[in-house]
């Protein structure tokens, strides 16, 4: 398993990443923060980051990078409701679907390697299934996708270490905290966890204010057990048959000065988690809509954990 890692690490320092030579994309500074952020300035503060999006989208088309303009335009619709963006570089963003102000169950994703305003349509899509299949059994529903740190790439030595998890826990917490002021006071809060984001997750739970968290192909969180997570949350855990990530090797070492892998299996007995049914999810498709994976997601969102199907 150490020759594995060693492997790994080795080619994400020796292959050459296709977008690593990309020249810097301009955009403004982010819009500046209503202040107090409360459900009477909220709408203000979607229209003020629709622009800062819009404006992006200008100068991305201006300094020659169509793809990055259009993502930028399609968040800058009127029917977006972004609580955050910031286009520059890979891009950070963090849009809402529902009614935050009246919303009695609320679902916050966080995604995996790989996403950033580039490839930030896939991560919508994955919110809009969630938002859908909640909506069809609850309507007081919100879903929040939260592109709120700089991402690994899968071919890189970033993915293999904690690093960048670390850096997104704070920010995490902070959203939650922030989210808890928008919503009615017995809002209950699941933070749904995805690939790399399982790792975020893991290192935002001590303090982190959630009802549940759900951990899906998760290539392992650093903790040795869901107990070490001091968290009051239900975690649960699921992966599909069809994820390649069960092929990574489940240990942390030191290598080449740093300590790689994410140790225990979340969905192992060691770990403790409640393990829940995703059938055949591949890495990509826990948000599929119809999948027994997203059912059982919205089954914990909205607090009906008797109904979750285990695995």
């Known amino acids: 398993m150490r020759a594995l890692l060693s492997a790994l690490l080795t080619a994400a320092i020796v292959i050459p990443l296709a977008g690593a030579a990309r020249p810097g994309i301009p955009a403004p500074p982010p819009a500046a923060p209503a202040v107090p952020l409360t459900p009477a300035t909220l709408h203000a503060a979607y229209r003020a ?30 029917s977006r409701r972004l609580l955050a963006f910031d286009g520059r570089g890979e891009g950070l963003a963090t849009e809402v679907l529902g009614d935050l102000t009246r919303a009695r169950h609320v679902a916050v994703l966080v995604p995996g390697s790989d996403t950033s305003l580039d490839t930030y349509a896939r991560f ?60 009615p006071a017995d809002a209950h809060f699941s933070v749904l966890c995805h690939s790399y984001g399982t790792v975020v997750c893991a290192r935002a739970a001590p303090g982190l204010d959630a009802d549940d968290i759900a951990l899906v192909g998760s290539p392992g969180t650093t903790a040795d057990s869901a107990a070490v997570l001091h968290t009051r949350a239900r975690i649960w855990a699921a992966r599909g048959t069809g994820d390649w990530v069960a092929d990574i090797p ?12 994410f140790g225990t299996d979340p969905v192992s007995a060691a770990f403790g988690a409640r393990v829940f049914d995703a059938a055949g999810a591949d890495h990509s498709g826990y948000f599929t809509p119809g999948s027994v994976s997203l059912a059982n997601l919205a089954r914990i969102t909205l607090d009906t954990p008797s109904e979750v199907t285990r695995g």
């Open 49 to 78: 980051n629709r622009e800062n999006a819009a404006e992006a989208a200008r100068m991305a088309a201006a300094h020659g990078d169509p793809h990055r303009a259009a993502a930028d335009r399609a968040l800058a619709s009127p």
């Open 124 to 183: 919508h899509r994955a919110a809009a299934s969630l938002y859908g299949e909640l909506s069809r059994r609850h309507t007081r529903v919100a879903v929040v996708a939260w592109l709120g740190y700089e991402t690994p790439a899968t071919v890189s030595t970033t993915v293999t270490t904690a690093t960048r998890a670390g850096e997104a826990a704070p920010r995490l917490r902070a959203l939650v905290h922030r989210l808890r002021t928008l919503t």
């Open 250 to 261: 489940h240990v942390r070492t030191g290598l080449l000065g740093a300590t790689v892998g």
